[in-house]
């Protein structure tokens, strides 16, 4: 696969169309899903190098014209919420994601039980 291929599946899976799903209808009221889109691309090309214990194998393939290349994409998507329509009326209503809210609140404790250690080291030195 070259960088452009990467490049083009990159955008066909990093894009807005993940952020908003299909929106649809029922009982009269539409719900559009909203969703935190975000991803990265990397690739590159260079002279292609080989496990030799000898350096000027690695200078004659260089040499050659002998290249390597590769590359990635990597992306998350994480729900926030919708977006509901009913009677001309549009409401936001979060999406509650019990799992991100429990480590978001440990992480919270962790750095105040690490900023008291410091505090109290600082003040018996």
Do not use: C
Request: hydrophobic share 40%.
């Amino acid at each position: 696969m070259d960088i452009k291929d990467l490049l083009s599946r990159a955008t066909e899976n990093i894009s807005v169309s993940r952020a908003f799903g299909s929106a649809y209808e029922k009982d009269g009221v539409l719900v559009i899903p909203v969703a935190l889109v975000a991803g990265g691309v990397g690739g590159g090309e260079g002279p292609a190098t080989t496990s030799h214990d000898d350096d000027e194998t690695e200078t004659s393939d260089a040499r050659r014209g002998d290249t390597g290349s590769g590359g990635g994409f990597g992306g998350v998507v994480v729900p926030v919420g919708a977006y509901v329509v009913k009677d001309e009326q549009v409401r936001w209503v979060p999406a509650v994601n019990v799992t991100v809210i429990v480590i978001a609140v440990l992480f919270a404790i962790r750095l105040l039980t690490k900023s008291r250690v410091k505090v109290q080291r600082i003040k018996h030195d």
